[in-house]
Structure formats: C-alpha cells, structure tokens
C-alpha cells in the first residue's frame, strides 16, 4: 500500500539551531512530492515542492529516491517557523493522465522553535 | 485572492443529526476535496470531486456523502453524525495540471478553507 511516513509528532529546537522534519514515503514510480504547512491560527498553505528545487522561507528538501525520503531543512530556525508541517505526495501518474492532485497527507510534524 | 470559503468554523450537533458543511471556491477550480484532520493521524481525504455532479471516494469515505451541483461549491454531509466524526474538516480545490509525452507532471496547489471545527455531543 502506498503510504507516507512523517515519524516525529513533536520536535523542538531552539532558535539559530538547524532543523530537519523527515519524511518517508512507500510509492512506487516517481510521486511528485509537496510540504505544507499550518502556522498557528492560519489555513494550511503550500510551503514547496521538490520540482520547483527552491528553497521557500529559508526552507529546502530534497528528494532522495535510493532511500525514498523527502527531508525538510533549514540551517537556523526562527520563532516563526513554528508550525504543523505536512509531507504529502501526490501518486506517480503515467503520461497522458490527469493528475487530480489528490494527495496523501502525513501524520504532521509539529515544530517548536524557542528563544 | 484566492479564496476557499467554509461556511461554518465551529458547528455543536447532537449524535443523530444530519450535518451539512458548505465549501465555496471563486478560483473557477475543477477538483475540490474534504479531509479530516485529527492529531496524530494528519489529513485523510473523505471524498473529491473533479468535475460538477462528478465525485470520488477517498480512503475514509463511510459516514459520509457529498454533493457538487455547481463548480464552485462542494458539500460534505453527515447523513447521521456520530460521535467519532468529531473533528476538524477542511475543505480545499485545485486545478488540474495535465502530462503529455515526456513532460514532468505537475499537480496543482491545494487551497485550503480555514477549516470548519465539528462537534457531535
């Protein structure tokens, strides 16, 4: 069964320290892979995705298909990036299909950053 | 501004009741979802639709049902609620991206409502 793991519930890291949230997934093909996130009080928002290789908010992640992983980065989090973060593939689609964009979501990782 | 509109952010029912969430999007988006989202499970997709009248279960559809008789909104109906569907639902639409040939596939951003928080006593 296709399925995406995000195995930290809880993590905390203090302001100016690296930050990394995992991520695994279990698809076959290559899925199109998207980190959304929920600041406190906002609606979940698009923060990237791993085709546009950008880095958003100070934010990367890069896919690593040997190990099926899409790890999102930052060398120094600030207070602001406190957040729920979702990893969500989208299914590998075969050329001349339409992608509907439904995707699988996490189980969410909730980032602490403190002062 | 892209907009995805739920019409209620806090609802109370009784076990029994029949519920209706409305979703209203002013993007012209073919595709429109329903998750759940509850702490440590993340977001479940209940149902999707890709066209008006058009509608897909997705991996926790039982308990529910949804409507789509115009493109810009998209129903979620608790025909008997219950109290296990206690929960925070979000709505969200999106625009297809199509493949041809060799062409990377890109799947189009969801936009999210601000989520309609229910709770069946």
């Known amino acids: 069964a296709q399925r995406v793991t995000q195995p930290e519930k809880l993590l905390s890291v203090f302001k100016g320290a690296p930050v990394e949230l995992k991520c695994n997934y279990s698809y076959s093909g290559s899925p199109e892979l998207f980190w959304y996130v929920q600041y406190s009080r906002q609606r979940l928002q698009l923060l990237l995705r791993?085709?546009s290789r950008e880095s958003i908010k100070g934010f990367t992640a890069d896919l690593n298909k040997g190990e099926t992983s899409f790890h999102l980065k930052k060398p120094f989090a600030q207070e602001e990036d406190s957040a729920m973060y979702y990893c969500a593939p989208n299914r590998p689609l075969n050329a001349g299909g339409t992608s509907y964009g439904k995707l699988t979501f996490g189980q969410g990782t909730i980032l602490t950053v403190h002062p | 501004d892209v907009k995805v509109t739920q019409s209620s952010r806090y609802l109370v029912k009784r076990t029994g009741e029949k519920v209706f969430l409305e979703c209203v999007q002013d993007?012209?988006?073919?595709?429109m979802f329903w998750y759940r989202q509850d702490p440590g499970l993340g977001l479940r997709l209940i149902y999707f639709?890709?066209?008006?009248?058009?509608?897909e279960k997705g991996d926790i559809p039982e308990g529910y049902s949804v409507s789509r008789e115009k493109k810009e909104r998209f129903s979620l109906i608790l025909e008997s609620a219950s109290t296990n569907q206690t929960s925070m639902y979000l709505c969200?639409?999106?625009?297809?991206?199509?493949?041809?040939?060799?062409?990377?596939?890109?799947?189009?951003?969801?936009?999210f409502g601000e989520g309609s928080r229910l709770t069946v006593l």
């Open positions: 639709s890709y066209d008006v009248k058009m509608k």
């Open positions: 791993h085709i």
């Open positions: 969200a639409s999106s625009s297809p991206r199509f493949a041809s040939g060799r062409q990377p596939i890109v799947a189009g951003e969801l936009f």
């Open positions: 993007m012209d988006h073919e595709n």
